[in-house]
C-alpha cells in the first residue's frame, strides 16, 4: 500500500510542479536560455525525480525556445548500480 501512495504522490508533485514550470514559462514574455538538470540528483545522495518530471520539464523549456540539458555526471560515470544498468 505505500508504494501506491508514493506513487501517487509522485504522480501529484510532477503534475504540479510542470504546471508551475510552464506558468513561469508563459508569463516570462522570452526564451529561457537553458534547464541543467542531473537526471539522478546526486547531491541529496542519488535521488531519482518521479516518472515523467524530467521528459515533461524538457518538453515545456524547449517548447518555449529554451535549450535543454542533461547534466549525466553521476550517470556517466556509472555509479548507479542497478538504477542505471537494470538488474
Given at each position: 500500500?505505500?508504494?501506491k501512495v508514493s506513487m501517487s504522490a509522485g504522480?501529484?508533485?510532477v503534475t504540479?510542479?510542470?504546471?508551475?514550470?510552464?506558468s513561469r514559462l508563459d508569463g516570462e514574455g522570452r526564451a529561457p536560455a537553458a534547464f541543467i538538470c542531473e537526471p539522478v540528483?546526486?547531491?541529496?545522495?542519488?535521488?531519482?525525480p518521479p516518472d515523467g518530471y524530467l521528459a515533461?520539464?524538457?518538453?515545456?523549456v524547449r517548447r518555449?525556445?529554451?535549450l535543454a540539458?542533461?547534466?549525466?555526471?553521476q550517470v556517466?560515470?556509472?555509479?548507479?548500480?542497478a538504477a542505471f544498468w537494470g538488474g
Open positions: 500500500m505505500a508504494s504522480v501529484r508533485a504540479l510542479w510542470l504546471a508551475i514550470l510552464t540528483l546526486g547531491n541529496a545522495g542519488g535521488v531519482i515533461g520539464a524538457y518538453d515545456a518555449h525556445g529554451g540539458i542533461a547534466d549525466e555526471v556517466g560515470y556509472g555509479r548507479l548500480g
